[in-house]
């Protein structure tokens, strides 16, 4: 073979790169051969990523064709292709596509086939690029692609937009087939958008724009078109329209064809979305707003020209419209010029439809007007004012523009009245029937109906064409229930209209049909139905009022609420009852096979019920002959079905419809509630059946029904509806267990829209049951437990929706009775849906014995085992024996943790407990109590939690009972029980409104303990006795407070009567009771402070004992105005303070923030959750009054509210101070408001609050600040020069009670805004704070925070630019030319702008010091003292929130260390300064970089060998030093290459930790338990674990650096942290728990992150290990986590894309598997570790079928070379596992299999022709090689039967010997197989001990000796064998003897390890087992050294400690 043809043996990814291009040609054929045939995601294709480019690229251009092809099926059948993506298209459009047309075809190809593997997005940007290529040819071939794939993929798929933008570019383009192209793609494009496109190419030039438009004219007539290719991702598109298009071919013209259906789908484009918008205020006349007030007109007209071409633009930017809007709506209403009110119009109108819903909040004040000016009589400003109220018209809602439209249809002008009517009539003309219900229809009606009788005819004719026009849109039903009282003659006028009336938008589906036009015979009938039902209504509405008045209540209500029941109908009575209510004729079509007259039937039938009075409609009968006959419920058109839906829907709604019919329908709606077209109206009908009957009984029809349904579709959707239902009607009355049952069946389906049904209704249910409801789900598994928590979370801080729905909401009128309180139904009570266990048998006598135990180990297992028992029943009876009295006495048990122990265990028995808590909360109370004295905050807290789970299950009466409190108190020197116990109760006993007379006993007990807490020594025992003082006035009252002060001293009545006088202004006021019914839990007071303002009329109302009758919501508004405007009102509501003390009230709010119980403060816009929370936390806060003008919507009451403020700010400064965060945080919503006056006096309100709060030298703390200032900041953006200059005051005000440092990073959040006037403001405050603080305010620092506002020189906007080089300049005058320094590189245009403004201050050159050696020398002092100054200043403004003289005095007693004295110090000074010369600068710097470098070394190889160092101390002291490295991500590359020592220091350092250290602590903590020696070494020992675990998850969670662990490293770990996870010392350690937790967490980053192959291999061989050994711990661990392994396995072969984890190995791991079944089956007779053997064995088949699932039939080429696989139990796991995706032939074909199978048949073979089996032999040679006299033998024959048998696998019948063993015999073949070659055939002479006395010849007994010395390694001396030939030995030597029993005791103690296998073979083989020979016993001299060492150990290791 030439050197040409090398190539030819190259591999084929070696070909395809190859110089040579027949080469590569040869590489790309057999690319596309082994591309078609590779797996998927087979790793091999994973070699050519980066070749593809070179594919699409080869230089050779008929070579690069086979390129592309092998390209096109690579991108067809590979996984990863997608990454190519980029380059491949990119190389395609440099290379292929200005070639041959072959080539560029097949380029397309690819590129299109790209875009089926979900890379359309990228493949297009690829190809818009190319638009812009410079070669003709490439331009012309992408615009051609991209008009293919449009072709193909349709709109949806290839983005329209980007296209649309480059073809006005591309029709200009001077090659004309560029420009033929682009036409094409325009022509395409127009083909799926539609006229949409025409808006954003009419910049077109005219010839091409006419050509196009000739075309668009030819495509509008032709049919829509269909998207023929899918991406892979549509898969199930595709399906769809495949199997909609068999259908519609199937029913032959029933069903619905592909083409009808697609048009169906398809949504319309707008071609307001295909636009670019434009911004407009900026280009606005900067004098616009001057102007367009000026007197002249000339001036107006020319700004309102000027804006009218701006607003022209069809789709405008949203911004801050206000201030235009009002501008030119004060243009229309105001000016007197006709021409510019007409150019105003326009504007509003281009504005409107420009902004579309952003105009919204402009609507109602516009639309004004705009009314108000159609008095106007010239014809172009009318219909400019039409076009502008027409535009506006589409940015809101009809009900929105209600009350303004009413107005004016009421007006006195009627051109105003008539141009309403015709603006209501087009509007309604452009409204949806869902935006136009009866709520909204109905004031339009009433209105218009006043003007069909007005005297002018226009505004007669204009109410007709709105009436008919809402007629048209909503139907009969909506509008003809308003139209009864109408006459005849109008009646017909008005379907007249809606018979012309043309409806501007698309119908929708569920909307009512529209009135028929021939209404001559049908009219009077319809007036009639109507006028009759509705004097029913009326009557019955008297009727109701009658009854509630006279006190017949209950009898009224039984007929309102009663739902009609009836018996089942025979089928004769049903036919009886249709044949009256329906013609023979439509009874006939219903039953007609053709659906069409089906339908029409069906039609006739709803028509029918219309006009039916509802009780003679056979409600019973028309449903079962719905549901009879051929077709029934499950017709095969879905038109009749839906009709049919719709027919039970009216019967539900407007007939007596009963269970009986339901429950004939109920099974044919839940049957259709998942098809795609019924499914809508099945719902429908649905919910109209649960109103009309009972919600309940039809959800637990619909559950039981529809989950037990096999189609997964039905389950889902019933789910989803009972979701929504459960909001609409409540679960008042329902089956609650039931429902949640449901939910568990539906998570724990397969199908994922089960799940997420299920999810629903599990979030429809919180929001009524609370969080609470997820104790019924604790069993489940724990990734569906976090889908429930997040839905919980979702629903925290909502309340229960109200029903809207369902027979127990009160009247439609608004009425609000306070009888029907009585019979609504009760709460949900969670008691109701629990299961409580007695688990009084579990607490045995044994059990509390225990509990008392002397030892506390046993009284810590006791503790766990209630804990277990606990934890089982989850809801306990009360029923719990002698536990509570046990567990209180181990609340003072003398270890800690047993305490903290016995206070969790008392937390989870009050939540289990329930409300029978109050049975035992006398026993455990004054246990819990007396913990509260412990001086651990861990405990206390821990007692608190358990007093406030066991007070929430009871009330706080008991708790006084007995005197529990007082006694408690009673003592002085529990200072910490006092303080803790006072604060708890100042918080409890303020939410309780009322004591029992028991509990206000032992509460009046306590007072005098109180009163000697307000005089204790300590500081916090005083606060809070002073802050519990209004608490307890509460509840007993001053005078009795007063009365027990005369038991005190004469110093101390005076104190505390001064205190209770201060306390006295701080005691809530008490809320009158809303009603006489007790509840059945206290509410808290913060509660009943909130009071609505409707509610003060109802509770005066009960208050003065009134019983008139109930009002209309109307008349109740009416009669609150009256109160409230009456003197006696106001006098009430004004006695109150505005503003209420609540101790610790801000305290209480920041904690819940910071552990996210309430929302932070963070919002662009508020949001209503927001808004609601800050109400809710005013409430105890503020007064009644000042609560309702917080909160009113109207400004006006908001503007009082801030005087209200105002006032207190003098009066009640300490409540001001109180409630300072809820008044900042309100003040930003008023931030967001758009009235000026309301930001006007918050602003003023906001200086007075801080000029006293600088005055008084308060702090504010990040919690008040953090949600004020960012939204202050806001408002210094504002246009309005009086609102900035307010908020620059506040922002000055702001740095002298808040930290300077702070203030300068929120004003650098500031900066991050497209307000360009906010950041020049901010830039302004900034330099404020360098010039007024220094350079140290700047944070993070100086250079960060000056690079930063460098980079604002480039804004685009002056002022910005102008604003942030005054900044630096003051930076700069501050501290000089380090500024260019700390701005860092600016462009050439930036700096010299920085310069010249530096140069132009002039300020900081002319006080520098002149650069001078000496000059530098002598004022070394000064600028020290001047860094100290500021260092000074920075310090107090970075720590101002805390006490400013202690921080003076940190200040003033620091002193800095004395220098030492040195001679020549002045001589040193005075010496001049040497200068560098600059060529040795560079070699400088890198001589220190090398320098650097290896000291950097140095000290980390140091840091890490001291890791594993025995000091404890040295390794906390590395540890803490290894992660400070790790916080730098910057310095984590240095410890890559030390990755392995740390490990393995680690797990030295955690063994030893194990076995030295805690031995030790165990120790000492045994014989001194009551010291503190022990905790002080079990704390170092813990802090010792938790420091190297720390290194360890640090070294795991950052992949760069797990990546570099290797294996042995890896393995010791696993096993070190193993072991140290099950150590049961461990367990009892203080803070166990956490430690536990962390050590889970770094084996899920293990899992995560480190290389896959070391990691699960080193858990298989720690499995083997264990397995081996007794420790079931060990095991279980291993088994725990080899089982989540099982689930990662196909991410561990194939890591996702951008992972740094090499990819597993799977012959390695199923090596280890191959291991353990092995040892599996030695293990398989041994009933000591049989469940753990059974364990480990499914263990193992559960990884292998998680291998098999991903690798395949390839998992053959993994196992071929394993030894003993034929036997082994891995080959039929496997096959097994292969037969799910294989079959058995394809599995028998492989040639791995095949290999395997033949060497079995071999053997079976030999056997069948008579031989004895090999294994038979080989077991018989096992036995004589594990006899101790036939060891020889058996030796010899296993060499022969290896030679026999070269293939056979006996290494695996050894491998549970010793390994001391295993290398005997490997040696003893080794000598065989030499003596062989030396001639030496026999057998090898034994001599045994029983042989000694048989003579030997001298020729023997040397070459027995030669064997041993041989065996030995000893030299063979050379014996002359000729002289001993004849002679005879009487007996052996000595010497010989010895080596003989040397030889004897070898064989017996290798023999020793061969028992049990030897024992094992025979009995595998039926024959008696070969007795083991025992080994010798150790001698004494042997044991005496042992005993030596170990005392040497143990006084080495006392000498240490």
């Known amino acids: 073979?030439?050197?040409?043809?090398?190539?030819?043996?190259?591999?084929?990814?070696?070909?395809?790169?190859?110089?040579?291009?027949?080469?590569?040609?040869?590489?790309?054929?057999?690319?596309?051969?082994?591309?078609?045939?590779?797996?998927?995601?087979?790793?091999?294709?994973?070699?050519?990523?980066?070749?593809?480019?070179?594919?699409?690229?080869?230089?050779?251009?008929?070579?690069?064709?086979?390129?592309?092809?092998?390209?096109?099926?690579?991108?067809?059948?590979?996984?990863?292709?997608?990454?190519?993506?980029?380059?491949?298209?990119?190389?395609?459009?440099?290379?292929?596509?200005?070639?041959?047309?072959?080539?560029?075809?097949?380029?397309?190809?690819?590129?299109?086939?790209?875009?089926?593997?979900?890379?359309?997005?990228?493949?297009?940007?690829?190809?818009?690029?190319?638009?812009?290529?410079?070669?003709?040819?490439?331009?012309?071939?992408?615009?051609?692609?991209?008009?293919?794939?449009?072709?193909?993929?349709?709109?949806?798929?290839?983005?329209?937009?980007?296209?649309?933008?480059?073809?006005?570019?591309?029709?200009?383009?001077?090659?004309?087939?560029?420009?033929?192209?682009?036409?094409?793609?325009?022509?395409?494009?127009?083909?799926?958008?539609?006229?949409?496109?025409?808006?954003?190419?009419?910049?077109?030039?005219?010839?091409?724009?006419?050509?196009?438009?000739?075309?668009?004219?030819?495509?509008?007539?032709?049919?829509?078109?269909?998207?023929?290719?899918?991406?892979?991702?549509?898969?199930?598109?595709?399906?769809?329209?495949?199997?909609?298009?068999?259908?519609?071919?199937?029913?032959?013209?029933?069903?619905?064809?592909?083409?009808?259906?697609?048009?169906?789908?398809?949504?319309?484009?707008?071609?307001?979305?295909?636009?670019?918008?434009?911004?407009?205020?900026?280009?606005?006349?900067?004098?616009?707003?001057?102007?367009?007030?000026?007197?002249?007109?000339?001036?107006?007209?020319?700004?309102?020209?000027?804006?009218?071409?701006?607003?022209?633009?069809?789709?405008?930017?949203?911004?801050?419209?206000?201030?235009?809007?009002?501008?030119?709506?004060?243009?229309?209403?105001?000016?007197?010029?006709?021409?510019?009110?007409?150019?105003?119009?326009?504007?509003?109108?281009?504005?409107?439809?420009?902004?579309?819903?952003?105009?919204?909040?402009?609507?109602?004040?516009?639309?004004?007007?705009?009314?108000?000016?159609?008095?106007?009589?010239?014809?172009?400003?009318?219909?400019?004012?039409?076009?502008?109220?027409?535009?506006?018209?589409?940015?809101?809602?009809?009900?929105?523009?209600?009350?303004?439209?009413?107005?004016?249809?009421?007006?006195?002008?009627?051109?105003?009245?008539?141009?309403?009517?015709?603006?209501?009539?087009?509007?309604?003309?452009?409204?949806?029937?869902?935006?136009?219900?009866?709520?909204?229809?109905?004031?339009?009606?009433?209105?218009?109906?006043?003007?069909?009788?007005?005297?002018?005819?226009?505004?007669?004719?204009?109410?007709?064409?709105?009436?008919?026009?809402?007629?048209?849109?909503?139907?009969?039903?909506?509008?003809?229930?308003?139209?009864?009282?109408?006459?005849?003659?109008?009646?017909?006028?008005?379907?007249?209209?809606?018979?012309?009336?043309?409806?501007?938008?698309?119908?929708?589906?569920?909307?009512?049909?529209?009135?028929?036009?021939?209404?001559?015979?049908?009219?009077?009938?319809?007036?009639?139905?109507?006028?009759?039902?509705?004097?029913?209504?009326?009557?019955?509405?008297?009727?109701?009022?009658?009854?509630?008045?006279?006190?017949?209540?209950?009898?009224?209500?039984?007929?309102?609420?009663?739902?009609?029941?009836?018996?089942?109908?025979?089928?004769?009575?049903?036919?009886?009852?249709?044949?009256?209510?329906?013609?023979?004729?439509?009874?006939?079509?219903?039953?007609?096979?053709?659906?069409?007259?089906?339908?029409?039937?069906?039609?006739?039938?709803?028509?029918?019920?219309?006009?039916?009075?509802?009780?003679?409609?056979?409600?019973?009968?028309?449903?079962?002959?719905?549901?009879?006959?051929?077709?029934?419920?499950?017709?095969?058109?879905?038109?009749?079905?839906?009709?049919?839906?719709?027919?039970?829907?009216?019967?539900?709604?407007?007939?007596?419809?009963?269970?009986?019919?339901?429950?004939?329908?109920?099974?044919?709606?839940?049957?259709?509630?998942?098809?795609?077209?019924?499914?809508?109206?099945?719902?429908?009908?649905?919910?109209?059946?649960?109103?009309?009957?009972?919600?309940?009984?039809?959800?637990?029809?619909?559950?039981?029904?529809?989950?037990?349904?096999?189609?997964?579709?039905?389950?889902?959707?019933?789910?989803?509806?009972?979701?929504?239902?459960?909001?609409?009607?409540?679960?008042?009355?329902?089956?609650?267990?039931?429902?949640?049952?449901?939910?568990?069946?539906?998570?724990?389906?397969?199908?994922?829209?089960?799940?997420?049904?299920?999810?629903?209704?599990?979030?429809?249910?919180?929001?009524?049951?609370?969080?609470?409801?997820?104790?019924?789900?604790?069993?489940?598994?724990?990734?569906?437990?976090?889908?429930?928590?997040?839905?919980?979370?979702?629903?925290?801080?909502?309340?229960?929706?109200?029903?809207?729905?369902?027979?127990?909401?009160?009247?439609?009128?608004?009425?609000?009775?306070?009888?029907?309180?009585?019979?609504?139904?009760?709460?949900?009570?969670?008691?109701?849906?629990?299961?409580?266990?007695?688990?009084?048998?579990?607490?045995?006598?044994?059990?509390?014995?225990?509990?008392?135990?002397?030892?506390?180990?046993?009284?810590?297992?006791?503790?766990?085992?209630?804990?277990?028992?606990?934890?089982?029943?989850?809801?306990?009876?009360?029923?719990?024996?002698?536990?509570?009295?046990?567990?209180?006495?181990?609340?003072?048990?003398?270890?800690?943790?047993?305490?903290?122990?016995?206070?969790?265990?008392?937390?989870?028995?009050?939540?289990?407990?329930?409300?029978?808590?109050?049975?035992?909360?006398?026993?455990?109370?004054?246990?819990?109590?007396?913990?509260?004295?412990?001086?651990?905050?861990?405990?206390?807290?821990?007692?608190?939690?358990?007093?406030?789970?066991?007070?929430?299950?009871?009330?706080?009466?008991?708790?006084?009972?007995?005197?529990?409190?007082?006694?408690?108190?009673?003592?002085?020197?529990?200072?910490?029980?006092?303080?803790?116990?006072?604060?708890?109760?100042?918080?409890?006993?303020?939410?309780?409104?009322?004591?029992?007379?028991?509990?206000?006993?032992?509460?009046e007990a306590c007072v005098k303990h109180l009163y000697a807490c307000c005089e204790d020594r300590t500081a916090d025992v005083r606060a809070k006795a002073q802050a519990a003082l209004p608490a307890f006035i509460y509840h007993l009252g001053m005078e009795k407070m007063m009365r027990s002060c005369g038991k005190l001293g004469p110093s101390s009545v005076n104190t505390v009567q001064g205190l209770l006088e201060k306390a006295k202004e701080h005691v809530p006021a008490r809320k009158a009771k809303a009603s006489s019914k007790p509840k059945a839990a206290p509410t808290k007071i913060e509660v009943k402070v909130e009071v609505k303002p409707t509610s003060t009329s109802e509770q005066d109302k009960s208050s003065s004992g009134d019983t008139a009758k109930p009002k209309t919501a109307a008349k109740q508004s009416k009669s609150t105005k009256k109160l409230t405007s009456s003197k006696k009102a106001a006098e009430e509501s004004d006695t109150g303070p505005a503003l209420i003390a609540v101790p610790n009230g801000k305290e209480q709010r920041m904690k819940d923030e910071q552990k996210l119980k309430t929302i932070k403060w963070v919002f662009d816009t508020p949001r209503e959750d927001l808004v609601t929370q800050i109400k809710s936390q005013f409430g105890p806060c503020v007064g009644s009054t000042l609560a309702t003008e917080l909160f009113h919507p109207d400004f006006q009451h908001h503007i009082k509210a801030i005087g209200i403020l105002t006032q207190s700010l003098n009066q009640q400064w300490e409540e001001t101070v109180g409630t300072i965060d809820l008044i900042l945080r309100w003040m930003t919503l008023r931030f967001y408001d758009k009235n000026t006056t309301v930001h006007l006096k918050a602003l003023e309100y906001l200086k007075s609050l801080f000029e006293k709060l600088e005055s008084l030298d308060y702090r504010m703390n990040e919690y008040e600040a953090g949600a004020f200032i960012p939204h202050l900041l806001t408002k210094i953006g504002e246009p309005k020069e009086n609102i900035r200059k307010d908020v620059h005051v506040i922002c000055h005000q702001v740095t002298k009670v808040y930290p300077a440092g702070k203030m300068f990073n929120h004003l650098m959040q500031g900066l991050v805004t497209k307000n360009s006037r906010q950041k020049t403001e901010c830039l302004d405050e900034l330099g404020y704070l360098i010039v007024s603080s220094g350079l140290g305010v700047c944070q993070p620092s100086p250079p960060k925070a000056l690079k930063e506002i460098a980079t604002h020189i480039a804004d685009r906007d002056n002022s910005v630019r102008s604003a942030a080089l005054n900044v630096l300049v003051c930076a700069y005058n501050t501290c000089g030319d380090v500024v260019y320094k700390y701005v860092g590189r600016l462009n050439e245009k930036d700096m010299s702008m920085l310069e010249e403004r530096i140069k132009r201050s002039g300020k900081y050159n002319a006080d520098a010091p002149p650069p001078a050696p000496k000059t530098v020398a002598k004022t070394l002092k000064a600028p020290a003292q001047k860094t100290a100054e500021k260092a000074k200043i920075c310090t107090s403004d970075l720590h101002s929130s805390g006490n400013p003289k202690q921080n003076a005095t940190e200040e003033s007693d620091y002193k800095m260390p004395d220098l030492l004295p040195t001679d020549m110090a002045d001589e040193l000074l005075q010496e001049p300064d040497i200068e560098i010369p600059p060529k040795f600068i560079t070699k400088l710097a890198e001589y220190r970089s090398r320098q650097s470098n290896a000291v950097v070394n140095v000290i980390l190889n140091r840091i890490t060998s001291t890791l594993a160092n025995a000091d404890m101390d040295e390794c906390l002291k590395s540890a803490h030093q290894l992660d400070e490295i790790m916080k730098r991500s910057d310095k984590r590359d240095l410890l890559k290459p030390r990755v392995d020592i740390i490990l393995t220091s680690s797990s030295i350092q955690l063994r030893m930790a194990m076995n030295r250290y805690m031995p030790d602590c165990a120790l000492s903590n045994d014989a001194n338990a009551e010291s503190g020696d022990a905790d002080h070494k079990i704390l170092k020992v813990e802090s010792l674990c938790k420091c190297v675990l720390s290194i360890n998850y640090a070294i795991w969670k950052c992949p760069e650096l797990a990546i570099c662990a290797s294996q042995n490293p890896i393995h010791d770990y696993v096993h070190a942290i193993s072991k140290m996870m099950i150590d049961k010392r461990v367990h009892s350690l203080p803070n166990a728990q956490r430690l536990l937790s962390f050590m889970n967490y770094i084996i899920e980053e293990l899992l995560r992150n480190a290389n896959a192959t070391y990691f699960v291999c080193g858990l298989l061989k720690m499995l083997n290990t264990a397995l081996d050994g007794t420790d079931a711990d060990h095991i279980n661990l291993a088994f725990r986590c080899l089982w989540r392994l099982c689930d990662r396995v196909p991410g561990y072969i194939s890591p996702p894309e951008g992972s740094l984890r090499p990819p597993l190995k799977p012959e390695q791991v199923l090596l280890e598997i191959h291991e353990i079944f092995r040892s599996c089956s030695r293990r398989a007779s041994s009933s000591a570790n049989q469940e753990q053997t059974v364990t480990a064995v499914k263990t193992m088949r559960s990884l292998t079928f998680s291998l098999c699932s991903s690798l395949g039939i390839r998992v053959f080429d993994e196992i071929q070379h394993f030894e003993g696989i034929q036997a082994s139990e891995l080959l039929s796991t496997v096959i097994k596992s292969l037969r799910k995706d294989y079959s058995m032939a394809e599995i028998d074909a492989h040639p791995v299999r095949q290999r395997i199978s033949a060497s079995v048949v071999e053997k079976k073979e030999n056997i069948a022709n008579g031989e004895v089996s090999p294994e038979k032999k080989l077991s018989q040679i096992v036995k004589k090689v594990g006899d101790s006299e036939l060891t020889k033998q058996g030796l010899q024959e296993l060499y022969d039967f290896k030679q026999k048998y070269p293939d056979y696998d006996t290494e695996s019948r050894f491998s549970n010997m010793t390994p001391l063993f295993l290398n005997y015999i490997r040696r003893s073949l080794q000598t065989i197989e030499q003596d062989r070659k030396n001639g030496f055939t026999g057998p090898a002479t034994v001599l045994k001990a029983s042989d000694t006395n048989k003579r030997l010849t001298v020729k023997e007994h040397l070459e027995h000796i030669k064997m041993l010395r041989m065996k030995c390694g000893l030299p063979v001396d050379s014996v002359s064998m000729g002289q001993a030939e004849n002679k005879t030995v009487p007996s052996p030597s000595h010497e010989t003897s010895d080596i003989i029993g040397a030889d004897s005791k070898l064989d017996k103690s290798l023999h020793s390890g061969l028992a049990k296998s030897v024992d094992l073979a025979s009995k595998a083989e039926g024959e008696p087992p070969v007795s083991s020979i025992p080994a010798r016993p150790a001698t004494s001299n042997t044991m005496e050294s042992l005993k030596k060492r170990l005392e040497k150990i143990k006084r080495d290791s006392r000498k240490r400690n």
């Not at 028992?869 to 009876?877: L, M, Q, S, T």
Request: net charge positive; hydrophobic share 40%; proline share 4%.
């Open 1 to 1003: 073979m030439t050197e040409e043809d090398e190539w030819k043996k190259l591999p084929t990814d070696q070909k395809c790169q190859h110089k040579s291009w027949k080469a590569r040609s040869e590489g790309y054929k057999e690319c596309v051969k082994q591309f078609a045939q590779w797996d998927e995601g087979s790793p091999e294709f994973s070699k050519y990523l980066g070749l593809i480019k070179k594919f699409v690229t080869d230089s050779n251009e008929l070579v690069r064709i086979q390129g592309v092809e092998a390209v096109k099926v690579f991108v067809e059948n590979a996984n990863v292709a997608k990454k190519t993506c980029g380059e491949g298209v990119s190389g395609i459009i440099a290379k292929c596509l200005n070639t041959k047309p072959r080539l560029k075809e097949a380029a397309i190809d690819v590129c299109l086939m790209y875009i089926e593997i979900d890379r359309n997005e990228q493949a297009m940007e690829e190809l818009i690029k190319g638009f812009a290529s410079k070669q003709p040819k490439v331009c012309t071939a992408c615009i051609e692609a991209s008009t293919k794939a449009l072709s193909l993929f349709g709109s949806k798929v290839i983005l329209v937009k980007p296209l649309v933008k480059e073809i006005p570019g591309l029709a200009d383009h001077r090659d004309k087939n560029v420009r033929e192209a682009a036409k094409a793609l325009a022509i395409e494009i127009y083909r799926w958008v539609g006229p949409a496109i025409k808006a954003s190419l009419q910049n077109l030039n005219p010839v091409m724009l006419k050509e196009l438009e000739e075309e668009w004219d030819k495509l509008s007539s032709g049919p829509k078109p269909v998207q023929t290719r899918f991406m892979r991702s549509q898969q199930d598109l595709k399906d769809k329209m495949e199997a909609k298009a068999a259908a519609a071919a199937a029913t032959g013209g029933e069903g619905v064809a592909p083409g009808e259906q697609v048009e169906e789908e398809q949504e319309t484009v707008d071609p307001y979305d295909l636009l670019d918008p434009v911004e407009i205020l900026s280009k606005l006349p900067k004098v616009f707003y001057e102007q367009i007030e000026a007197k002249k007109w000339q001036e107006r007209k020319e700004m309102l020209e000027a804006c009218q071409k701006l607003c022209e633009n069809p789709k405008i930017e949203p911004g801050d419209f206000g201030d235009l809007v009002k501008s030119l709506k004060k243009v229309v209403s105001k000016d007197t010029n006709v021409m510019l009110v007409t150019i105003a119009a326009k504007c509003l109108a281009g504005l409107a439809r420009g902004i579309r819903k952003k105009f919204q909040p402009f609507a109602v004040s516009c639309v004004d007007s705009i009314f108000q000016k159609f008095k106007e009589k010239k014809p172009n400003v009318i219909a400019a004012l039409q076009d502008a109220s027409d535009a506006i018209y589409s940015t809101v809602t009809p009900q929105a523009l209600s009350e303004t439209c009413i107005e004016h249809l009421a007006s006195k002008n009627p051109s105003i009245r008539e141009q309403t009517g015709l603006f209501l009539a087009r509007g309604f003309s452009k409204s949806k029937s869902s935006a136009l219900n009866k709520g909204t229809v109905k004031p339009y009606v009433k209105a218009l109906l006043t003007n069909i009788d007005h005297s002018t005819p226009g505004v007669r004719d204009a109410a007709y064409q709105a009436l008919g026009m809402l007629l048209k849109i909503c139907g009969d039903k909506v509008v003809m229930p308003f139209l009864a009282d109408v006459d005849n003659l109008k009646m017909e006028k008005i379907k007249e209209y809606a018979g012309k009336a043309q409806v501007a938008v698309k119908p929708e589906s569920s909307a009512a049909k529209p009135a028929s036009v021939n209404v001559q015979q049908k009219a009077p009938a319809k007036t009639e139905s109507a006028t009759s039902v509705a004097t029913k209504s009326k009557a019955k509405e008297t009727k109701k009022k009658v009854v509630k008045g006279g006190g017949k209540k209950d009898e009224s209500k039984k007929s309102e609420n009663s739902k009609p029941n009836e018996a089942p109908l025979s089928d004769m009575a049903v036919e009886d009852q249709i044949a009256d209510f329906l013609t023979s004729e439509v009874i006939t079509q219903l039953g007609n096979a053709n659906w069409k007259e089906r339908l029409e039937g069906l039609q006739s039938v709803a028509q029918k019920l219309k006009l039916s009075d509802r009780k003679s409609i056979p409600c019973q009968a028309l449903v079962k002959t719905l549901g009879s006959g051929r077709q029934g419920w499950k017709d095969t058109n879905f038109n009749c079905l839906n009709e049919k839906f719709g027919i039970v829907k009216s019967l539900a709604e407007s007939a007596e419809f009963s269970k009986t019919s339901a429950d004939a329908c109920l099974p044919g709606l839940i049957e259709k509630i998942g098809d795609v077209k019924c499914g809508k109206a099945s719902k429908e009908a649905l919910t109209a059946v649960a109103e009309a009957t009972d919600f309940p009984w039809t959800t637990e029809v619909l559950l039981d029904a529809g989950l037990s349904h096999k189609n997964p579709k039905i389950q889902a959707e019933s789910l989803s509806w009972l979701a929504g239902a459960v909001e609409e009607f409540g679960l008042a009355g329902s089956n609650v267990k039931l429902i949640i049952a449901k939910i568990k069946v539906g998570l724990s389906a397969t199908n994922p829209g089960v799940r997420n049904a299920a999810l629903a209704v599990l979030r429809a249910v919180t929001l009524f049951i609370g969080a609470k409801v997820r104790m019924f789900f604790e069993s489940e598994k724990p990734a569906i437990l976090q889908q429930i928590d997040a839905e919980i979370e979702k629903c925290s801080g909502q309340s229960p929706p109200v029903p809207t729905r369902g027979g127990n909401l009160k009247s439609k009128g608004g009425e609000s009775d306070v009888e029907d309180e009585e019979d609504a139904p009760a709460e949900l009570d969670m008691e109701d849906l629990v299961t409580r266990v007695n688990i009084a048998d579990k607490i045995t006598d044994s059990l509390i014995t225990k509990l008392s135990d002397k030892n506390w180990k046993l009284r810590k297992e006791a503790l766990e085992e209630v804990t277990t028992i606990i934890n089982e029943a989850k809801f306990v009876e009360s029923t719990l024996g002698d536990l509570p009295g046990a567990l209180k006495k181990r609340l003072g048990d003398s270890n800690k943790i047993l305490v903290s122990t016995s206070l969790t265990i008392l937390c989870q028995l009050g939540a289990a407990l329930g409300r029978n808590c109050k049975v035992h909360v006398k026993t455990v109370a004054p246990g819990i109590v007396g913990v509260l004295a412990d001086s651990k905050p861990l405990v206390r807290q821990a007692a608190l939690n358990a007093m406030n789970q066991w007070l929430e299950n009871t009330s706080l009466s008991p708790w006084f009972e007995d005197e529990i409190m007082s006694s408690a108190l009673s003592v002085p020197k529990h200072t910490f029980l006092r303080t803790e116990l006072l604060n708890w109760l100042t918080e409890k006993m303020l939410a309780v409104p009322k004591l029992t007379t028991s509990a206000k006993d032992g509460l």
